[in-house]
């Protein structure tokens, strides 16, 4: 199994587990049980912390702040803030957040292909 320290992979996985490194690295990213929800409802156009969390009615404000926190710091969201008064803070989409999106398209064919399948077992 993948050897995961604290702050990401050992060398010898990094070197010698090249595949495996790739999968890690991208589940490290989407890690967080709203980040997935997230990056598919900003994939279109930029959206407000308001919207963001009426989209996500389950959410809590602070844990909506942390995820959106780590999404810009691993580089998948970038947040503009506009120098109104009150302040106006949007968050879209970098570069690199949008070359993830084929994975949740993945996963969102996946689901619904397999979704209903699966309840059978729960």
């Known amino acids: ?8 992979f050992d060398d010898t996985m990094i070197i010698n587990k ?11 990213l989407l890690s967080g049980r709203w980040k ?10 930029p959206k407000r912390f308001s919207d ?3 989209f996500l009615s389950g959410i809590s404000q602070g844990s909506l702040t942390k995820q959106l926190k780590e999404l810009e710091s691993d580089g998948l969201v ?16 970098t570069e690199m957040g949008q070359e993830i999106l084929p994975i949740l398209k993945l996963m969102e064919s996946y689901g ?3 979704g209903e399948q699966a309840e059978d077992y729960l």
């Open 1 to 8: 199994m993948a050897k995961i320290c604290k702050y990401g």
């Open 18 to 28: 090249r595949d495996l490194y790739g999968i890690g690295f991208t589940q490290n």
């Open 36 to 45: 997935y929800f997230i990056l598919w409802f900003i994939k279109d156009e």
């Open 52 to 54: 963001i969390k009426r």
């Open 78 to 93: 970038h947040r503009e803030v506009y120098p109104e008064v009150p302040p106006r803070v949007e968050y879209s989409l």
């Open 112 to 114: 619904k292909k397999h």
